[in-house]
């Protein structure tokens, strides 16, 4: 299933003393199967454009097509919900969410919410649940008894237990500490490969963009200033810098190096490449 978005227009508090445009009459396509980074200055619209790929927001104008559903400014609940079984967010500290009485029925929620019976969400939620290493044992306590990092992986494992076409994740590591961000992050890159969905992921860090994602979206005040190859982007120091982006650490040392007369043939896609090539 790909998402199109044409000529998709965002404003808030149109017509108001308040108005403001958010997203500038953006054309473009996520393809299915394929990991893309949304990035940008704060303030550059990604927030708002993943709101609109999943019926959170609806457009002012244009129109977002989920597969063969249209989103449009007047697009009725009915078909929203649709939208909401194809396209699951990871919002930023999602274990916010949490709230049933344990960890196995906060789990089923989203799967129950959208149609499934009691067995099959079961299933599901202790499917992905051991995917994410969480122990059986805590299944029937409160999601409130775990620490911060199990929450996490309890509130993520309700998303993909609906067993979404697309996965949004918006900051899905922060305020983790280092070892569970690199997990965090190289899970939802198998779950990627080995179910062929559509991932989107909305950060800051560029070392994840770099590593992770095939395809980055580059915003600037409410317009798409770049789409294409991860590999072109970024490593584009200037325009990377032009937007007030971090330039990915592999990129900045490679590039210094080169400075001092040592080639680099390649830059590598990720540290451990990096240091089987250059650093043996
Ligand atoms: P980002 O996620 O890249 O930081 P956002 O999509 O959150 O950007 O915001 C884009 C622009 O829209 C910003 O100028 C922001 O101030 C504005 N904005 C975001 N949400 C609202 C809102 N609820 N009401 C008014 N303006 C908003």
Redesign the pocket.
Known sequence: MNIQLEKLTSI??ENTP?E?L?LNNITTEFKEGTYYGII??????????IQNLNGLLLPSYGEVHIGDITLRRKTKQRIIHLVKKRVGMVFQFPEHQLFEESVIKDVMFGPKNIGMDEETAREKAEYYLKLLNVDRALFDIPPFDLSGGQMRKVAIAGILAMEPEVLILDEPTAGLDPLSHIETMQLFQKIQKEMGITVIL?THDMNDVYEYTDEVKL?NQ?NLIRSGRTEEILTDAGLLQKYDLEVPDIVRLTSDLGKKGIEFPKIPKNREEFINLYMK
Do not use: R
């Open positions: 808030y508090h308040f403001h958010a940008g200055h704060t303030g550059s619209g990604k927030s708002t454009m909305v915003l409410g």
